[in-house]
């Protein structure tokens, strides 16, 4: 059975910025921006939006009441939308695996106003095969739930999962299941792996092979 490809969104396909958020924000709050930063990244509140347990209205309405926010939820999502910057080698050996014919899906701790803006905005997101989103599957790495959810959707387990995320707690835990799991920091270094698992050539870089 062919293998699937799984990749983490964040610091994976994207890299955010939270402070973009922060700064933008502080000023139509009664927060600093060292107050709102633990606010927003300290506080289990993410955790409960991104886990699925509170709608995005209800997010937006405890940051509204909790910093005294003067703008709109839309106003809101719209600076959420700017924190995001594609890394273009990852995108694109997304894209040569998908070529290649193998089956490919997100995996991502993450939150329906992220998820609404780049599903919209970035051409790699149609390409994948499913998405395995922790809002929508209410439960955040690197619990077993998310793990499992990615197992059902993609009917393979152990070995035929190869999955890439940036964070070591999840990566421990994709191996503990058997996946080939590997923490990706540099693209030349994922690039390689992805090439020792046989999912990738190095065709993209060298006109001679
Ligand atoms: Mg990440």
């Known amino acids: 059975m062919k293998p699937v490809v799984a990749f983490d969104i964040g610091k994976v396909l994207l890299d955010f910025n939270y402070g973009i958020l922060i700064t933008k924000l502080a000023p139509r709050t009664q927060c600093d921006e060292v ?7 300290q506080s289990p509140l993410l955790a409960e939006y991104e886990s699925g347990q509170l709608t995005s209205s209800e997010f937006f309405t405890r940051i509204q009441n909790e910093t005294k926010f003067t703008g709109t939820e839309f106003e809101f999502a719209a600076f959420f939308e700017d924190i995001f910057t ?3 080698e990852v995108i694109e050996m997304h894209r040569q695996i998908v070529e290649s014919g193998l089956s490919t899906y ?3 701790n993450t939150n329906e106003m992220a998820v609404r803006h780049i599903s919209h905005s970035y051409d790699f997101w149609p390409r994948f095969t499913g998405h395995i989103l922790s809002h929508e599957v209410k439960s955040l790495k690197p619990n077993a ?3 499992e959810s990615l197992e059902a959707l993609s009917g393979r387990i152990g070995e035929a999962i190869i999955y890439l995320d940036d964070r070591p707690e ?3 835990a994709g191996l503990a299941r058997g996946w080939r799991a590997f ?3 540099d693209a030349n270094e994922t690039q390689a792996f ?3 698992q046989g999912v990738l050539t190095s065709s993209g870089h060298d006109s001679t092979a």
């Open 86 to 88: 594609p890394i273009e």
């Open 183 to 185: 923490c990706h920091q």
């Open 35 to 41: 107050t709102l930063d633990a606010y927003l990244n």
């Open 170 to 172: 999840n990566i421990e």
């Open 194 to 196: 992805l090439e020792a």
């Open 145 to 147: 739930g998310i793990y």
């Open 106 to 108: 997100t995996f991502s």
